[in-house]
């Protein structure tokens, strides 16, 4: 219940912040005024445009870089968030013990099993609270990337492979592809999860469907980003948490496991039948 109660705060404070900072769809210039319009969406624009300029003098390249380049920029943030959400689903099995081992209601027994809990994060050096933070921190850098694009009037006027930046893909290949690497990023990471839940298959599915509809009526250089900075969460998932490499981790250490426990009844039965003669 925790969990869940968390995975809604998360997601309600990311829709809050999307929410505001989207409310605002006016075109920014340098004239243009405010912390978050002159000196943040004002100088990604003007980065991107930049980048623009070296890469082939194509806005779309410079969305494409620049994407990338916030992206790795955020790299060491995205570890620190999956170690500690490994860490944390590593711990699953033994929380559960607690919880059922304390599952009086009662307010003493509660305690009990909150301070227990503690001490299970701190041996295993995880700060369930910390794991959401990079989350925090990187929100808004991706809010005012997209902001740049939506709202540079500049960006929208360039031409891009088939496409012309400031209207939809024609042909919906963009949208598409936004759809399929939000999946593929779904999926790769609940594979590594021992258990989901409703809330988990949801966003898995329900996620890419989202952005499909919403990327169809998008200019396609919003699209373009969201292909190419999906793209990237593929690569780094597979980077910083690959399921494959998880899970085959994970049945390793329980073949140990039932190989340590088999080893343990057989010198018990051994020494029984020593005993006995």
């Known amino acids: 219940m925790k969990k869940v109660k968390r995975t809604l705060m998360l997601l309600s404070t990311v829709g809050l912040m999307f929410t505001l900072t989207g409310c605002s769809t006016s075109t920014v210039t340098e004239s243009s005024s405010g912390i978050w319009d002159h000196y943040i969406i004002w100088n990604f624009i003007q980065a991107i445009q930049f980048l623009s300029k070296v890469f082939g003098n194509s806005y779309g390249w410079g969305i494409i870089i620049f994407t990338i380049i916030i992206r790795v920029i955020l790299l060491p943030l995205m570890f620190y968030q999956t170690k500690s959400m490994r860490k944390t689903t590593e711990l699953q099995p033994e929380l559960k013990i607690l919880q059922k081992k304390y599952s009086a209601k009662d307010a003493a027994t509660q305690a009990k099993l909150k301070e227990e809990q503690q001490k299970l994060y701190a041996e295993a050096g995880v700060n369930p609270v910390a794991g959401c933070l990079p989350v925090v921190v990187q929100m808004p850098i991706l809010i005012a990337l997209y902001q740049a694009i939506l709202r540079s009037q500049a960006l929208k006027t360039g031409s891009f492979l088939w496409m012309h930046l400031g209207e939809r893909d024609p042909y919906f290949i963009l949208p598409v592809l936004a759809a399929i690497f939000t999946f593929a990023t779904s999926k790769l990471s609940v594979m590594s999860q021992p258990e989901q839940n409703g809330m988990t298959a949801a966003m898995t599915y329900g996620m890419p469907i989202f952005i499909l509809f919403t990327a169809i009526s998008l200019p396609s250089a919003l699209s ?33 496991k039932r190989a340590r426990k088999r080893a343990i009844e057989k010198a018990k039965r051994k020494a029984y039948k020593g005993k006995r003669k």
């Open 224 to 256: 373009l980003y969201w292909v190419i900075g999906n793209a990237f969460s593929v690569l780094q998932t597979l980077l910083l948490n690959n399921p494959f490499k998880i899970n085959k981790e994970r049945e390793e250490k329980e073949q140990a």
